[in-house]
């Protein structure tokens, strides 16, 4: 038999930084950015359109917008129950495959509340609803409560996020979406209609499109980026057509044969990411982008995520932008030793990153804490 390679942790983050386009920004449109991702997170709408910016040669926030408005990139509940950017193709495709992570979901915040709840007619009603024309959620939950007046509109709420395939609508905003916006029914969006049924296939798609956007990886880390159980089994099924690997801890990786995996040496730039970014999200095991004592200071305790810059690769600190009159500031906030070198890159990067969120300022101030 032969011996199965050992991976090091640099190697691991050069591989997954290769695959998150972060070794080197990219020729390519905005649809593949999306596309190969596997989808970017967007609780916000800002945060997607930074994430462009730090992996792309040249973006323009409105070629992303145009996305939304020709119908080719879709917002809406997705991996782990979080609002997502995808691709049409990979909505349709996928969105059945993570039905079972939303349901469980769903029944785990709600508790007893889900239990009491007649779902089938609850997204029944609210697909009624949305036919009829595209509305805002808190609408949604004032006609939810005059129709089900002894259960809870906000449970009800979340219950239709979770099991009705629902986009967001776009406007002209900034990032494309204000912050309360209307939601309109998926099929009537795209014109097409949305498998929920979640496949062995489907399935087993969804766990290669993950190692391809973050792996060599565990079964683990993928049930933690998709929030799926049970994918132990869809590994195995997987086996023959993967690449085995261990890691430094003899735990075993699993990858797509093809897949780029630069030496780990390999330079890695200084790079600036923003809010929520699924790279710092997607494992398990996270050593590969964030030290287990630091990653309290990225995740807060209610859940958000903060901007977070990389230097050789690895999670050093946390950002922010603030503007005031024709002023943009950037604050860095280390949280281990950032060399001289590195830190006149992030400002060099901080100035670029002002220009394209704040196009109209005229003076940009940059700050370590």
Request: hydrophobic share 45%; with cysteine; aromatic share 8%.
């Amino acid at each position: 038999m032969a011996k199965i390679e050992k991976l090091s942790l640099k190697a691991l983050s050069r591989a997954t930084l290769d695959r998150q386009m972060l070794l080197s920004r990219q020729r390519v449109k905005p649809l593949k950015v999306v596309e190969r991702l596997v989808g970017m997170q967007a609780q916000e709408a800002r945060p997607p359109f930074i994430g462009m910016w730090t992996r792309l040669e040249r973006f323009a926030a409105a070629d992303l917008i145009k996305l939304f408005h020709s119908r080719k990139v879709v917002r809406a509940t997705s991996l782990r129950g979080t609002l997502h950017l995808m691709t049409v193709k990979d909505y349709i495709a996928l969105r059945g495959a993570i039905q079972p992570a939303l349901s469980a979901g769903m029944k785990s915040i709600l508790g007893k509340r889900a239990v009491a709840m007649d779902l089938s007619r609850v997204v029944k009603d609210a697909a009624a609803f949305f036919r009829k024309s595209h509305a805002t959620f808190k609408s949604l939950r004032d006609h939810l409560d005059k129709l089900h007046k002894t259960i809870d509109a906000r449970s009800m709420g979340y219950a239709v996020r979770t099991h009705l395939p629902i986009v967001q609508v776009p406007t002209d905003d900034t990032w494309g979406f204000p912050n309360h916006c209307d939601f309109a029914l998926a099929e009537s969006w795209l014109a097409e209609e949305i498998d929920m049924t979640a496949s062995d296939k489907a399935t087993e798609l969804l766990v290669k499109r993950y190692l391809a956007a973050f792996g060599p990886a565990t079964a683990a880390d993928a049930r933690i980026w998709s929030g799926l159980s049970g994918l132990n089994d869809v590994f195995e099924r997987l086996r023959p057509k993967l690449k085995v690997f261990v890691d430094e801890k003899e735990r075993e990786l699993f990858d797509l044969p093809r897949a780029p995996r630069p030496a780990g040496d390999t330079p890695a730039p200084v790079r600036l990411l923003p809010e929520f970014d699924n790279l710092i999200l997607s494992h398990a095991d996270r050593s590969r982008v964030i030290s287990d004592e630091h990653r309290q200071r990225v995740v807060s305790k209610n859940l958000r995520v903060f901007a977070t810059f990389l230097v050789d690769g690895f999670a050093a600190g946390t950002w922010k932008i603030e503007s005031s009159k024709s002023t943009a500031k950037v604050t860095l906030t280390p949280f281990r030793h950032v060399p001289k070198q590195a830190k006149g890159e992030l400002r060099e990067e901080c100035k670029q990153l002002a220009a394209f969120v704040e196009p109209g300022c005229e003076k940009v101030e940059i700050a370590f804490e």
